[in-house]
């Protein structure tokens, strides 16, 4: 069985990082899917999906990893080709990836005690985002 969801956001931009934990376990709780994998998807080219342990200080922290790797200042081609200024957004999130898919067993995701889901906006402006939520299993 597949069941497919939303999960709708507003964010802030510049790397905005937002745990969406309880709202993927509740799709899965809400979904007639017992025993299976979920898999959480971002749809652009700005947005991404990953795990952390989320507290202020690794959100800072991964904030400033990005800014190291792929920083605001630095000059990006995209920038010259479409002129929105958001190159470093494109860079940042290509590194992360727009997917995530985690197992989960008697509708309860199967994760670390400290691990939650988190989506990260690194697009230069606020954003209404959706975030693609698919169930597949019995």
Excluded at 4 to 32: F, M, P, Y
Excluded at 45 to 68: H, M, Q, S, W
């Amino acid at each position: 069985m597949v069941e497919t969801k939303e999960i709708k956001l507003n964010t802030k931009g510049n790397t905005d990082i937002i745990d969406i934990t309880g709202r993927v376990e509740s799709a899965v709780r809400d979904s007639n899917v017992s025993n299976g994998i979920v898999t959480v998807f971002v749809p652009g080219a700005t947005g991404g999906i990953t795990t952390v342990e989320y507290e202020p200080g690794l959100v800072r922290d991964l904030k400033r990893l990005f800014e190291e790797v792929a920083s605001k200042k630095k000059d990006y081609a995209h920038n010259l080709q479409w002129g929105d200024g958001n190159g470093y957004s494109h860079v940042r999130a290509s590194l992360l990836g727009p997917s995530l898919t985690i197992p989960f067993r008697d509708k309860e995701l199967i994760r670390g005690t400290w691990q939650q889901v988190v989506f990260i906006d690194f697009d230069n402006r606020p954003r209404a985002r959706k975030i693609v939520v698919q169930i597949i299993g019995e």
